[in-house]
């Protein structure tokens, strides 16, 4: 019968309880979504399957999708035209070819060769979704109402089975592995086919009674699981044994069933079409059922499921994406399971077993698998406690913002510690004690000594950088360590404080860096939690590892070692297992590449969010488990119990980009040698691999031989390389995880770079050869050049020779020309001048007698002798006009005016100019026989009087002076 509503609340409500006892949550599962809210790539999956290299590939309407953990790869008719139609039902050969159906019955195949298609007969499968039946030989089958067909070696439809059904239609089919078919009809008959040829299946049932199938899912284990009436079944192969599963169990009439892929009759899963999901086990011949609560709002129908090898369990839904049932990894408390407040601070043992967890909300007991909350008028409820810690006299101490201390005595009282109050400090926050019993407490504003003597703080006055204390640490040589909010690190002994100067691998001082946490492993060395990395302290030396680049994160809060050879970090982002001996020779070597193998925890392992508390104290039980406080509650596990990454797991290449254009496409890792064109300045190497667990911290190391000096580590699935030279390389690359020695691990592609045509030895060859013919071809064109040149240039100087030497010539001529003009010119200068002396002498002749006449009074000649001055004046202007004609004088030309001139009183006045010179020289001018007619003469009246004067002067200058009887000139 029916099992009602409320009986199976409370049954899962009591398996939770004791789950709960036993220290484990009920919630075993941990659902995460993969739809397009969540950066998926659709939300109604059709089909779910994962192939034999580890990569999930999803049937959606937008096409066929490969996941691998991280990205996901879309096929669909825009990069692959034979894609039509949604893809229903999917598949896998045993060679790995991946097989998907389409809603328009077109079958595809994904290969290293590509995607090939073909058209389907009319099927009535394309109705149904999740995985495609297979042949014995891993072919696809379909049914097109007369029996069954698949594709054989030769890429050819052929006939698997003929039937002759009339009316029945098949519903439902599967191939087991025993390669025997069988056949569910719609009217509820279910046949098998083998060896033995057709065979009708006797279900068991009463007489009379309706036979409705509504599953039928070959397992892995020669099993088939069939839903007959709503009641669920297993049969054997072999033996044809059915057993039913008791219906109270799980009970579902009249509704179509989805049972998960790859699973075995020991666990399968089983989901409705309405959304339910139930897990089966089989124990010892009992099955047992358990109800899985999606956690998605709203209608989720169930399309297909499928059980993956590590444990996760893929369910396709109708319109929320992929959803992902994780095992959880550790325990997990909320407010909502009772813990009572989210941001825990302190988690330790409460000294019987359980454990005292210090949060926002107050102080809660975790005890026998309950909650309760612990408060009194002391402590109520609602008080933001910072940190809870046992002394050794077993006193309880609590640190909260709002005030002092709260301490438990050993006799169970609470009170408020009042010999702290009045302190300058204030801000009390951690506690820690030393080998003599002293308490020490850190505050926000200094440092205090709590033991018999009485109370002792310390400050920046003695020599603390910061007073804000984070983390106490006692040793065992009783020295107290301390770390402060942005003052680094410091140490205390016997009374003396000294900060720890260290610098990083970068030059860069740590004493402004933030100290969270101060560890002790197993051996005694002290693992300190700083901002961007970790100090180890170790007799007496502190290094420094500086992991902020090398590992993606900038803080890491607290480091635990795990007694199994791992150390755990907590981060912002969750939980981080390190190897010890890797983290040991990062820290020796100062190179965080040493650590290779990560793990890391998230809210995808059950962690009730990804951010641990920056200040909480950690705990470790005796059994083993860790626990840490995180911003959304509590989270404890068992390191041993982890489930370990995949270590061997292949690498795959993509895609190849040469300048942002893809080649090779994205089975570009079947197609191992690639040629580029040099002068494309970049490749980039796209590649994957298929890890689901802890996806996003996955790293990766590769090398391109002949260009990397060394392996590189990569957190991004793709790598650059710009401007490589011209030859052969070797592109290879792995998880870092992944055994180096292990070559199918490892991804690899042949990559030449061709040259340009200027670049190959042909081309080389003949430049150097044509520059050589070139070379001395200039060299000969020179020589002609030269000569030729030679030739002209001597041609050019015997024409300008000659060309010179009648310039010269000319030049000759032109300056016999200037000297004969210059001596004429001197000559006729000359005679200029010689003409100009006579007048002046008159003048001056004149000008004495004017001067000897106007002294004795005989003025009547004075007029007579300025009368003759005048006209001597005007001889002189001539005279002067004469020289100073540049055009006469070059030319040697003196033109005459020849006009009637009166001889004699020419003669006459030249003689009246001359009179007194005569004196002077006792001469006497005898002009009695000039007749005193006047004779006119033709001639220039000018040249004429130049030549009287210069007659009458040379006279008067050639005579010689006589006395007053003197000698007489003749007529």
């Given at each position: 019968m029916?099992?009602p509503r409320?009986?199976?609340?409370?049954?899962i409500?009591?398996?939770?309880?004791?789950?709960?006892?036993?220290?484990?949550s009920?919630?075993?599962y941990?659902?995460s979504?993969?739809?397009?809210?969540?950066?998926?790539?659709?939300?109604?999956?059709?089909?779910?399957?994962?192939d034999?290299?580890?990569?999930?590939?999803?049937?959606?309407?937008?096409g066929?999708?490969?996941?691998?953990g991280?990205?996901?790869?879309?096929?669909?008719?825009?990069?692959?035209?034979?894609?039509l139609?949604?893809?229903?039902?999917?598949?896998?050969?045993?060679?790995?070819?991946?097989?998907a159906?389409?809603?328009?019955?077109?079958?595809?195949?994904f290969?290293?060769a590509?995607?090939?298609?073909?058209?389907?007969?009319?099927?009535?499968?394309?109705?149904?979704?999740g995985?495609?039946p297979?042949?014995?030989?891993?072919?696809?089958?379909?049914?097109?109402?007369?029996?069954?067909?698949?594709?054989?070696e030769?890429?050819e439809?052929?006939r698997?089975?003929?039937?002759?059904?009339?009316?029945?239609?098949?519903?439902?089919?599967t191939?087991?592995?025993?390669?025997?078919?069988?056949?569910?009809?719609?009217?509820?008959?279910?046949f098998?086919?083998g060896?033995e040829?057709?065979?009708?299946?006797?279900?068991?049932?009463?007489?009379?009674?309706?036979?409705?199938?509504?599953?039928?899912?070959?397992?892995?284990?020669?099993?088939?699981?069939?839903?007959v009436?709503?009641q669920?079944?297993i049969?054997?192969?072999?033996?044809?044994?059915?057993?039913?599963?008791?219906?109270?169990?799980?009970?579902?009439?009249?509704?179509?069933?989805?049972i998960?892929a790859?699973s075995?009759r020991?666990?399968?899963?089983?989901?409705?079409?309405s959304?339910?999901?139930?897990?089966?086990?089989e124990e010892?011949?009992?099955?047992?059922?358990?109800?899985?609560?999606?956690?998605?709002?709203?209608?989720?129908?169930?399309?297909?499921?499928?059980?993956?090898?590590?444990?996760?369990?893929?369910?396709g839904?109708?319109?929320?994406?992929?959803?992902?049932?994780?095992?959880?990894?550790?325990?997990?408390?909320a407010?909502?399971?009772?813990?009572?407040?989210?941001?825990?601070?302190?988690?330790?043992?409460d000294?019987?077993?359980?454990?005292?967890?210090?949060?926002?909300?107050?102080?809660?007991?975790y005890?026998?698998g309950?909650?309760?909350s612990?408060?009194?008028?002391?402590?109520?409820t609602?008080?933001?406690?910072?940190?809870?810690?046992?002394?050794?006299?077993?006193?309880?101490?609590?640190?909260?913002?709002?005030?002092l201390?709260?301490?438990?005595?050993e006799?169970?009282?609470?009170r408020?510690?009042?010999?702290?109050?009045?302190?300058?400090?204030?801000?009390?926050?951690?506690?820690?004690?030393?080998?003599d019993?002293?308490?020490w407490?850190?505050?926000?504003?200094?440092l205090?000594?709590?033991?018999?003597?009485?109370?002792?703080?310390?400050?920046v006055?003695?020599?603390?950088?910061?007073?804000?204390?984070?983390?106490?640490?006692?040793?065992?040589?009783?020295?107290?360590?301390?770390?402060?909010?942005?003052?680094?690190?410091?140490?205390?002994?016997?009374?003396?404080?000294?900060p720890i100067?260290?610098?990083?691998?970068?030059?860069?001082?740590?004493?402004q860096r933030?100290?969270?946490?101060?560890?002790?492993?197993?051996s005694?060395?002290?693992?300190?939690?700083?901002?961007?990395?970790?100090?180890?302290?170790?007799?007496?030396?502190?290094?420094?590892?500086d992991?902020?680049?090398?590992?993606?994160y900038?803080?890491?809060?607290?480091?635990?070692s795990?007694?199994?050879?791992?150390?755990?970090?907590?981060?912002?982002?969750?939980?981080?297992?390190?190897?010890?001996?890797e983290?040991?020779a990062?820290?020796?070597?100062?190179?965080p590449?040493?650590?290779r193998?990560?793990?890391?925890?998230?809210?995808?392992?059950?962690?009730?969010?990804?951010?641990?508390?920056?200040n909480?104290?950690?705990?470790?039980a005796?059994n083993?488990f860790?626990?840490f406080?995180?911003?959304?509650?509590?989270?404890?596990?068992?390191?041993?119990?982890?489930?370990?990454?995949?270590?061997k797991?292949?690498?795959?290449?993509?895609?190849?980009e040469?300048?942002?254009?893809e080649?090779g496409?994205?089975?570009v890792?079947?197609?191992?040698s690639?040629?580029?064109?040099?002068?494309?300045?970049?490749?980039?190497?796209?590649?994957?691999?298929?890890v689901?667990?802890?996806?996003?911290?996955?790293?990766?190391?590769?090398?391109?031989e002949g260009?990397?000096?060394?392996?590189?580590?990569?957190?991004?699935?793709f790598?650059?390389?710009?401007?490589?030279?011209?030859?052969r390389?070797?592109?290879?690359?792995?998880?870092?995880?992944?055994?180096?020695?292990?070559?199918?691990?490892?991804?690899?592609?042949?990559?030449?770079?061709?040259?340009?045509?200027?670049?190959?030895p042909?081309?080389?060859?003949?430049?150097v050869?044509l520059?050589?013919v070139?070379?001395?071809?200039?060299?000969?064109?020179?020589?002609?050049?030269?000569?030729n040149?030679?030739?002209?240039?001597?041609r050019l100087?015997?024409?300008?020779?000659?060309?010179?030497?009648l310039?010269?010539a000319?030049?000759?001529?032109?300056?016999?020309?200037?000297?004969?003009?210059?001596?004429?010119?001197?000559?006729?200068?000359?005679i200029?001048?010689?003409d100009l002396?006579?007048?002046?002498?008159?003048?001056e002749s004149?000008?004495?007698?004017?001067?000897?006449?106007?002294?004795?009074?005989?003025?009547s000649?004075v007029?007579?002798?300025?009368?003759g001055?005048?006209n001597?004046?005007?001889?002189m202007r001539e005279?002067?006009?004469?020289?100073?004609?540049n055009?006469?004088?070059?030319?040697?030309?003196?033109?005459?005016?020849?006009?009637p001139?009166?001889?004699t009183?020419l003669?006459?006045?030249?003689?009246?100019?001359?009179?007194?010179?005569?004196?002077?020289?006792?001469?006497?001018l005898?002009i009695?026989?000039?007749s005193l007619?006047?004779?006119?003469?033709?001639a220039?009246?000018?040249?004429?009087?130049?030549?009287?004067?210069?007659?009458?002067?040379n006279?008067?200058k050639?005579?010689?002076?006589?006395?007053?009887?003197?000698?007489?000139l003749?007529?």
């Open positions: 029916l099992l409320c009986l199976l609340g409370k049954v409500s009591v398996c939770a309880t004791l789950l709960s006892a036993c220290g484990l009920w919630a075993e941990v659902i979504a993969f739809n397009q809210e969540r950066g998926g790539p659709a939300n109604r999956i059709n089909g779910v399957y994962s034999q290299q580890g990569f999930v590939w999803l049937a959606t309407f937008e066929l999708i490969r996941f691998d991280a990205t996901h790869t879309r096929f669909n008719t825009a990069n692959h035209p034979g894609l139609g949604g893809v229903f039902a999917l598949t896998q050969g045993h060679d790995g070819t991946i097989w159906l389409s809603s328009t019955s077109v079958l595809l195949r290969d290293a590509g995607i090939q298609s073909w058209q389907g007969p009319v099927t009535y499968a394309a109705e149904r979704f995985k495609l297979t042949t014995p030989q891993g072919r696809p089958l379909l049914d097109d109402l007369h029996g069954f067909v698949t594709i054989d030769n890429d439809w052929v698997f089975l003929h039937y002759e059904w009339k009316a029945e239609i098949p519903d439902y089919y191939v087991d592995p025993l390669g025997q078919l069988w056949v569910a009809t719609r009217s509820g008959q279910l098998l086919f060896e040829g057709k065979r009708v299946i006797d279900l068991g049932l009463s007489p009379g009674q309706p036979q409705v199938i509504s599953a039928l899912v070959a397992l892995e284990d020669s099993a088939v699981v069939l839903s009436n709503g669920l079944a049969m054997d192969c072999a033996t044809l044994a059915i057993q039913w599963i008791d219906r109270d169990q799980l009970y579902i009439p009249q509704r179509r069933l989805r998960s790859g075995t020991s666990e399968f899963w089983v989901a409705s079409i959304g339910d999901v139930f897990r089966v086990r010892q011949g009992q099955f047992s059922v358990k109800v899985i609560d999606l956690g998605v709002p709203g209608p989720h129908m169930v399309n297909s499921l499928h059980r993956v090898a590590d444990g996760r369990v893929l369910i839904t109708y319109d929320r994406g992929l959803l992902t049932l994780l095992p959880r990894t550790g325990v997990s408390y407010p909502a399971d009772g813990l009572g407040g989210a941001l825990v601070n302190a988690v330790i043992d000294g019987s077993g359980g454990l005292l967890i210090a949060h926002g909300r107050g102080l809660t007991q005890t026998e309950r909650f309760h612990i408060s009194n008028a002391v402590l109520p609602g008080q933001y406690l910072l940190d809870v810690y046992r002394d050794r006299q077993g006193r309880l101490w609590t640190s909260s913002l709002s005030g201390p709260i301490v438990r005595e006799d169970g009282s609470w408020k510690f009042t010999e702290f109050a009045g302190l300058a400090v204030g801000g009390f926050r951690t506690f820690a004690e030393d080998n019993g002293v308490l407490v850190g505050a926000e504003r200094g205090v000594a709590y033991d018999n003597n009485g109370i002792r703080t310390y400050g006055d003695d020599g603390m950088r910061s007073t804000f204390v984070l983390s106490l640490f006692a040793d065992a040589d009783n020295r107290l360590w301390f770390g402060t909010a942005r003052g680094g690190l410091h140490v205390l002994v016997d009374g003396q404080i000294s100067d260290i610098i990083d691998r970068a030059g860069r001082p740590l004493s933030t100290v969270f946490s101060i560890t002790p492993d197993e005694g060395v002290l693992w300190v939690g700083v901002t961007g990395g970790l100090m180890r302290i170790r007799n007496d030396e502190v290094t420094f590892l992991l902020a680049e090398s590992l993606g900038t803080t890491f809060f607290h480091v635990v795990d007694h199994s050879g791992y150390f755990w970090l907590s981060t912002s982002r969750g939980l981080l297992r390190v190897p010890r001996d983290l040991v990062a820290v020796e070597t100062a190179d590449t040493r650590i193998t990560l793990r890391l925890l998230t809210a995808a392992d059950g962690l009730p969010g990804n951010a641990v508390r920056a909480s104290r950690t705990f470790r005796a083993g860790l626990w406080g995180m911003e959304n509650g509590l989270f404890g596990f068992q390191p041993a119990k982890i489930r370990e990454r995949p270590t797991v292949a690498t795959y290449i993509t895609s190849l040469v300048n942002g254009e080649i496409g994205d089975w890792h079947t197609h191992r690639h040629s580029v064109a040099y002068g494309k300045n970049r490749i980039q190497i796209h590649f994957t691999s298929p689901f667990i802890d996806a996003e911290s996955t790293r990766f190391v590769a090398k391109l260009f990397d000096p060394d392996w590189r580590v990569l957190e991004n699935r790598i650059d390389y710009t401007n490589l030279r011209p030859g390389y070797h592109f290879r690359v792995r998880l870092m995880e992944a055994d180096p020695d292990n070559q199918e691990l490892t991804a690899s592609l042949a990559l030449t770079v061709t040259p340009q045509f200027w670049q190959t042909l081309f080389i060859v003949l430049f050869a520059a050589l070139v070379i001395a071809g200039s060299f000969k064109f020179r020589l002609h050049f030269l000569y040149r030679q030739k002209m240039l001597q100087v015997e024409q300008r020779t000659e060309e010179i030497q310039q010269h000319e030049l000759q001529q032109t300056n016999q020309k200037l000297a004969n003009l210059n001596q004429e010119k001197n000559e006729i200068l000359s200029v001048a010689h002396r006579n007048p002046l002498a008159a003048v004149v000008a004495n007698l004017l001067l000897a006449d106007a002294r004795k009074g005989r003025y000649e007029e007579s002798l300025l009368s001055q005048i001597s004046v005007e001889q005279l002067i006009q004469q020289l100073l004609d055009k006469r004088i070059e030319q040697g030309l003196i033109l005459a005016t020849i006009k001139v009166d001889a009183a003669f006459r006045q030249v003689a009246r100019l001359f009179h007194h010179k005569l004196i002077q020289k006792s001469l006497r005898d009695s026989g000039i007619d006047s004779i006119y003469v033709a220039d009246p000018v040249l004429l009087r130049q030549v009287l004067e210069n007659l009458l002067s006279a008067i050639f005579s010689l002076k006589v006395t007053p009887s003197g000698y007489a003749g007529a």
